[in-house]
């Protein structure tokens, strides 16, 4: 089934994050320690979380390009509020709800008007951030409250876990069970497949995408205040070409950008290994650009493989085809 | 003549008015908008995406997109200057330019052609590729208006008859891309494709071929259209020509070229790309702090969008009763 | 019906002992098809029997793996279907493949556009295509898009386009299936006009009695191999069903007695703008309800907004006394309203996904528990409904498309049996699938019904119709003409109805 077949593909990609990891502990020595591996895990948490949901959306046939801005209109709400003489959790709270509307507003837009997703979130896009810019202005806020940024920085006392990862694990655990577990996940996956015929079984096709979206942008705004408290300032410019490494993580974790294919620890895998080949080749000197190389060239293994291994899959099935007709029943008679 | 009006009577209009409006609006309010200055401005602004959106159209209407020409475009400009500082001459330089743009489109084209990838997968790749050479290659480095080739900076800089050159290059090129997509056979082909892919392959068209072609074609002008980049700007370096790619289908999208593919038409493209400058411009104009201008765009863009599936939504309701019997 | 009008002894095409597999499977093995210029000729077959493929094959789609084919007189050259066309090959196939964005005219010449000089010459193309559609009989607009229009008018256009290549050989796949019988009546003439003109026409249909009108002769196809050829004139309708099936084929309608109880579901006045007003019907347990008119007399539509997949604009729906509200398909769902829709593939079921998760999708609520959907829940689930409708499969993990049509058919019908509904409705359940299966489902409703089901039917069979229902409720563009009582109806009162005269009874 479907399933079996992605269930291989991010097996392999979860094999690709251990020789990874190996790889880069060869590369260079800084690699393998406690520092190094707690800043990859603080460099991956925000494309990990914008991840989570587009898995989802991305499964159901939709897509949202407008997620570094939502994240960054999340950041500057959050500026924005603090430096108008808000408490900073209330801050926080409003660019969570920022973003929110911002998934909100997409939603509406593709289930609503049902224009086009990928047109669509390119147009908002640009609105998102343009409101940042219309926020904030050319002034980035830079004086956040010291025991939030020491959370936003800091690691569990003990460990070289960042507290954002606890964060992450909570999040991840629940869009895992929520995806494979629940019949939202089924409908996530019924919607694109098929989502005439989704709707045809009963399933609240909009509704769910709606809720798809609007996810999207929380998860986005969630992503943007881990973003503000890391970086310890909110600005207009921020995250820009996030979404991109977002799609290309997702993609890479074995979802299809046609719906209806893709398993949660594919994407987390992927997640992780961008990661760790970031950090393993900025550490054995390479620029900042052959993790564009690579993430480029990993985008087009997604795709291409799971080509090579369908015409594998459908010849093996053939062939046993032939050998099972024992095994096919035969129509009654009467 | 009756058939290209009678195509801008379906998709385009609705973007010339909202132009026309637009300009009228501001001009209104800000007469120097309406000036021969003002509409300089627009026009050279125009240049680049205008070009780029055309050769982005007959990826669209396939019902493909090439998210890769902001790279194409930044690197070609580059490469021009870079190589006629080192003494190619302005040939070494276009040759650079539009070779690289033909390989990456010919990689595209065949990736998705060929192999059936998605093609927004597959650009969404080649701009990360590319983008990661371009930085290597630039590192560091930048281009100065002593390194534009001359032939390149006087076509950034002169008029003829009041316009800018730059803009009548794009001119030239939606005439006869336009001429093309309406009377040679096999460029009809990809509205065929775009339409129905299915049927495409039934009715004997050589759809993989088309597709390439296509891809190594906006490739092409993408590379050459670093030319008119390098000359805009007389300057160039590795952030050239980022994020670029938006813009562009923003145009093509705004001025009817449906994501859905099979219709719309390059005018529109080029229409489209007109009409968001102007927005850009009368921004300014109007007085508005240039912070707010990027959220205009964008919401302008959804509104186009929206009016664009009205219209589309309109004419299948009007046909949907015609079947009847008794 | 007229006679073959060539006295020619050499067929124009012959296509014999052809073979072909794909990979392990084999759909083809040994397969011949002769025809005449000018002759109407059936290929006849159930579903799987190869006729898809010998047609395929023929269009340049596939290439056979052996056999000779030959065109008048010549070798076939096997290509693509680009050289298909130009030997003189035109395939119309079942969903119409137009171009929703280019006009009339264009979609004729697609691909040879006619040109002047080099370039397309838009005036040319549109005056032929004129001239073309006149000949068919019909005035359509060749600047007009291809999106919105009818089927039957797709249909024109496809023909147009066949014309225009001047083919010699125009196959149509079950172009009949969603006409109405005026449109058919025209698609007869027209098909009959392109044997006068010496054309050699292939007619695939699951119709047997539109064959027996329109057709001359018949090649019957079984399991990949030709098993029969004979003028129709020299044949019945039962002889072509055995030889189609293989074996006899009793009783096709198999009605049981019904049991009939109170009334479940009361729909008064329902109306929709365009598409149907003031319709009011109750429908008891036990009954087996019929839908009956001519194709876009909006029954479908009907069915749709009862369900809730479509809203309407006024009138109620009342299942088991309580109103059921409009547009809410999970909501009818859970009150007991089942509906397997016309279109299996686009509608009713998910063909990349396993046969166990199309089976399930309709009862995930029941089958979860404390947010969580148990797998194995699942499984045995789409198992059992599998061994209740003698589901012919692999393995319960392979995707639904690999399954035939009639198998298919199944899988929808046990999705929605499963969730148990008071009400199942069904549009069209025996369209595009084989004699065999197409009695299995008929039992099978008939069984629900006695065991107090309220069955509502939509169906354009008439001998369906017939057989089936107890009640007969006839519509007209949108508008109730009359109800039958299952003693009452016949053919000719159904049709009288649907076509707007009166009946008395």
Not at chain 2, 222 to 233: D, I, K, Q, S, T
Not at chain 3, 102 to 111: D, P, R, Y
Request: charged share 15%; aromatic share 8%; with cysteine.
């Amino acid at each position: 089934m479907m399933a079996r077949f992605s269930f291989s593909w991010d097996k392999g990609v979860g094999l690709f994050l251990i020789i990874a990891v190996v790889l880069g502990s060869l590369l260079s020595d800084n690699f393998a320690n406690a520092s190094n591996l707690s800043f990859v895990l603080r460099d991956v948490t925000e494309f990990a979380i914008i991840a989570l949901a587009m898995t989802f959306l991305i499964i159901s046939g939709e897509i949202d390009l407008s997620v570094a801005s939502t994240l960054n209109l999340s950041s500057a709400s959050l500026g924005f509020l603090y430096r108008a003489g808000a408490p900073f959790e209330v801050a926080i709270v409003g660019g969570l709800l920022v973003g929110l509307a911002c998934g909100l507003f997409n939603g509406w837009l593709v289930t609503k008007l049902g224009l086009p997703s990928l047109a669509v979130t390119i147009a908002t896009l640009a609105l998102y951030r343009g409101l940042s810019y219309a926020l904030l202005g050319n002034q980035p806020v830079n004086q956040l409250p010291e025991f939030w940024i020491s959370i936003g920085y800091g690691r569990i006392p003990g460990t070289f876990l960042p507290w954002s990862t606890i964060l992450l694990v909570l999040l991840a655990a629940l869009a895992w069970f929520i995806l494979h577990n629940t019949r939202y996940g089924r409908w996530t996956f019924a919607i694109g497949v098929n989502q005439e015929a989704a709707r045809f079984s009963g399933i609240p096709v909009e509704r769910t995408k709606l809720m798809l979206f609007a996810m999207t942008g929380l998860m986005s705004g969630v992503a943007g205040v881990v973003y503000t408290l890391r970086f310890a300032s909110s600005s207009p410019d921020g995250a820009v070409g996030y979404e991109l490494s977002v799609i290309a993580a997702v993609l890479f974790g074995g979802v299809s950008i046609a719906g209806g294919i893709g398993t949660m620890w594919g994407v987390l895998a992927a997640v992780l290994s961008l990661g760790v080949i970031r950090s393993a080749l900025q550490l054995a000197g390479f620029t900042a650009n052959s993790l564009l190389i690579v993430s480029g060239g990993l985008l087009l293994i997604s795709v291409v493989a799971p080509k090579i291994t369908e015409g594998l899959r459908s010849r093996a099935f053939v062939r046993s085809k032939v050998n099972t007709n024992k095994t096919i029943r035969e129509v009654g008679n009467e | 003549m009756k058939a290209m009006r009678s195509l801008l009577k379906a998709r385009e209009l609705p973007v010339f008015l909202a132009l026309v409006l637009v300009v009228g609006l501001t001009g209104v309010a800000n007469p120097t908008f309406l000036s021969a200055t003002g509409a300089r401005d627009i026009l050279l602004g125009v240049a680049i995406v205008a070009i780029l959106a055309i050769g982005q159209t007959f990826v669209i209407v396939m019902r493909h997109i090439d998210l890769s020409v902001g790279s194409l475009v930044g690197f070609a400009s580059f490469l021009i200057g870079d190589l006629y500082s080192q003494g190619y001459g302005l040939w070494g330089g276009l040759a650079a330019a539009l070779g690289v743009g033909v390989l990456v489109g010919g990689v595209n084209g065949f990736l998705v052609a060929y192999l059936k990838l998605p093609s927004l997968v597959v650009t969404l790749g080649a701009l990360y590729v590319v983008r990661g050479i371009f930085n290597d290659y630039a590192f560091g480095r930048t281009i100065t208006a002593a390194m534009v080739p001359p032939e390149v900076a006087w076509i950034g800089l002169n008029r003829i008859g009041g316009i800018p050159v730059l803009f009548l290059m794009g001119l030239v090129l939606v005439v006869v891309s336009g001429f093309i997509m309406r009377r040679v056979r096999s460029a009809r082909d990809l509205y065929a494709i775009g339409s129905n892919p299915a049927a495409a392959e039934l009715a004997g068209i050589p759809v993989a071929r088309r597709v390439f072609t296509a891809f190594v074609i906006n490739g092409a002008i993408a590379g050459l259209a670093g030319a008119v980049m390098l000359g805009r700007f007389n300057a160039a370096n590795a952030n050239s020509g980022l994020a670029i790619e938006l813009v562009v289908i923003a145009a093509c999208v705004v001025g009817g070229v449906t994501i859905a593919g099979g219709s719309g038409s390059v005018w529109g493209a080029f229409l489209g790309a007109i009409l968001l400058q102007g927005i850009t411009r009368a921004i300014g104009a109007l007085g508005i702090p240039q912070f707010w201008q990027q959220a205009f765009n964008g919401g302008l863009i959804i509104l186009a969008i929206a009016f664009d599936k009205y219209l589309s939504t309109r004419v299948k309701t009007t046909t949907i009763m015609g079947s009847d019997d008794g | 019906m007229g006679p073959i009008k060539s006295t020619v002894t050499v067929p124009v095409l012959t296509m014999e002992h052809v073979a072909k597999s794909f990979g392990g499977v084999t759909a083809l093995v040994d397969a011949s098809l002769s025809l005449y210029a000018g002759e109407i000729h059936a290929l006849l077959g159930e579903n799987g029997a190869g006729k898809s493929t010998l047609l395929k094959t023929l269009a340049g789609v596939h290439k056979a793996d052996s056999g000779e084919i030959s065109l008048e007189g010549k070798p076939f050259i096997q290509g693509g279907t680009r050289e298909s066309i130009e030997q003189g090959v035109a395939v119309i196939y079942q969903e119409p493949s137009l171009f929703p964005d280019l006009t009339l005219a264009e979609n004729v010449f697609i691909g040879r556009h006619l040109l002047k000089a080099g370039l397309v010459d838009w005036s040319e193309m549109e005056e032929r295509s004129v001239a073309l559609f006149e000949r068919l009989g019909v005035t359509l607009d060749p600047q007009s898009k291809a999106r919105g229009i009818s089927i039957a008018d797709q249909q024109i256009v496809e023909i147009a386009k066949a014309l225009s290549t001047d083919a010699r050989v125009i196959v149509m796949d079950e172009p009949t299936a969603a006409l109405s019988s005026k449109e058919v009546e025209r698609l007869f003439t027209v098909v009959r006009n392109l044997r006068e003109q010496g054309s050699a026409v292939v007619f695939v249909s699951h119709r047997l009695d539109e064959v027996f009108v329109l057709c001359d002769r018949m090649t019957v196809m079984r399991d990949g191999s030709t098993v029969g050829v004979s003028m129709i004139s020299e044949t019945s309708e039962p002889e072509v069903v055995k030889m189609m099936v293989g074996r006899e084929v009793s009783e096709l309608f198999p009605k049981l007695e019904p049991q009939i109880g109170d009334v479940v579901l009361q729909v008064k006045s329902l109306s929709l703008a365009g598409q149907f007003a003031d319709i009011s019907f109750d429908v008891r347990a036990g009954e087996i309800f019929a839908l009956a008119g001519l194709v876009g007399s909006g029954r479908s539509e009907i069915i749709r907004a009862l369900f809730g997949i479509d809203l309407y604009d006024s009138g109620t729906v009342t299942l088991a006394g309580k109103l059921l509200p409009a547009g809410k398909p999970a909501v009818s769902m859970e009150r007991g309203i089942a509906l397997v829709p016309e279109d299996r593939r686009q509608q009713g079921l998910f063909m990349a996904t396993s046969i166990a998760r199309n089976v399930a999708v309709t009862m995930l609520k029941k089958l979860t528990s404390g947010f969580r959907v148990k797998r194995l829940d699942e499984e045995s689930t789409a198992r059992t409904w599998a061994e209740t409708l003698q589901l012919k499969f692999a393995s319960l993990s392979d995707p639904v498309e690999r399954l035939s049509g009639g198998n298919q058919q199944k899988v929808v019908l046990g999705k929605w049996l499963a969730t148990e509904p008071t009400v199942l409705i069904v549009d069209e359940p025996t369209r595009g699938i084989d004699v065999g299966t197409k009695a299995e489902v008929h039992r099978l409703l008939s069984q629900k019904a006695q065991q107090g089901m309220a069955v509502i039917m939509v169906s354009s069979e008439l001998p369906e119709v017939l057989g089936m229902a107890d009640r007969v409720f006839v519509m007209r563009e949108g508008r109730h003409q009359g109800t039958l009582e299952r003693v009452d109806a016949t053919p000719e009162r159904i049709i009288t109805l649907a076509t707007g005269g009166t009946v008395s009874v």
